[in-house]
């Protein structure tokens, strides 16, 4: 019992990202004491250790667990700078345990030094794989499709091919969400004054407390929840920004009511209103492959389906700035996945068009899926691409 409420003071800092001084707060430890006089708290040190421990053994258990997997394991990356400046790798591995549920465990959050090259980042992919004892059990990995990844996954193709599965000419998954992002932001970019000029306009009412009291008092008058403070987007995710226009165009009675600094015309108004109502869908389609609770890859090659059907359906274009966002959206989407493939000597190679290919993983999960099945695969190629018989072929080879 005692080991136990140790181990439960170790875990309860360890989640609140508290201090290990914080159990010797004078009303936590009487409380605690209340509830049981016989205990007596540790000193930090002790729990410090308790915590390491504990981790120690939770990373042993997750190490058996892969290293006895039947199956392959799915691994997930993504980078970015903290505030201090300072660049960190997230490594996540996916897979399906023994009692066949799905899992997903962090095992590697490390700090990258700069510059950022494809080599760094396939030595800090390596390292975390040997550390782990799983360098032969990986499948694919999901990155976005940055040039220093895409030369990161040539690296590890040609020092350790023979340890991946598909000749490893599959293990390289580009990230769907990712590739969503740089589409919107393309075709956002159409109407940036706008977007500018709401963002200065939500920054100018939030930097005075007169000013943000004044506009809650219109926006009170109009039935609208008062603001304790506006928030404005992050300019590296799309749906950010849609969600600030959403916002402003809410609240839109309330900024065109006061001159309290220059507004986006009418005009302006209009056309981040149309652009809103479009990109709803988008947003959707982010939720679904953004998920981390449940797989998604049975599901990027229909998203991509539902994208080229958004942007090529005359009833979505019913303005000049939708035909204008869907042309931008469009033309960078081709980059990505152009329905014209070039042709390829060997059947068991990827189909290379000028971006993403058809990649083998994703065939196969979008086939395992019950609600798919091959008779989709051959409807959605026939959609993606004029080149039937070769589709035909690839997917005969990936099944």
Known sequence: MKKFVVNSWSSIVSMLRSPFLSLKIPTFSHGLTQMHPAFQIKGRHTIHDDAVKMYKG????????????????????????????????????????????????????????????????????????????????LFTLTLDNASNNTNACEQLRKYYKHELLLEDQHL???????????LVHDGMKIIHEAIDMIRELLKYIDSSPSRLQDFNTIASGMGLRSKKGISVDTLTRWNSTWKMLVEALTYLASYANRKMIDSPSEEQWEKAKAICEFLKAFEELTLIVSAHRKPTSHKFLPVVLSIRHALKDPGWQTSDVLKELAVAMQTKL??????????????????????????????????????????????????????????????????
């Open 58 to 137: 939770m990373k042993k258990d997750i190490e058996v667990e892969l290293q006895n997997l039947d199956s392959h394991i799915f691994l997930t990356s993504d980078m970015w700078t903290s505030s201090q400046d300072l660049g960190y790798m997230c490594i996540t591995a996916h897979y399906i345990n023994a009692e066949f549920n799905y899992k997903k465990k962090t095992i590697s959050f490390a700090e990258v030094k700069y510059p950022h090259t494809g080599y760094a980042i396939e030595e800090e992919i390596v390292r975390c794989l040997t550390e782990w004892g799983i360098r032969s059990k």
């Open 172 to 182: 390289h998954v580009r990230c769907c969400a990712h590739i969503l992002n740089i």
């Open 334 to 399: 081709d980059k990505y996945w152009d329905p014209e493939e070039k042709e390829n000597a060997d059947p068991n190679r990827r189909i290379k068009s000028k971006g993403i290919e058809f990649n083998h993983a994703l065939v196969i999960a979008t086939f395992l899926d019950p609600r798919r099945k091959e008779d989709y695969l051959d409807f959605l190629y026939c959609k993606l691409s004029t080149n039937e018989e070769q589709i035909t072929k690839q997917v005969e080879i990936a099944l």
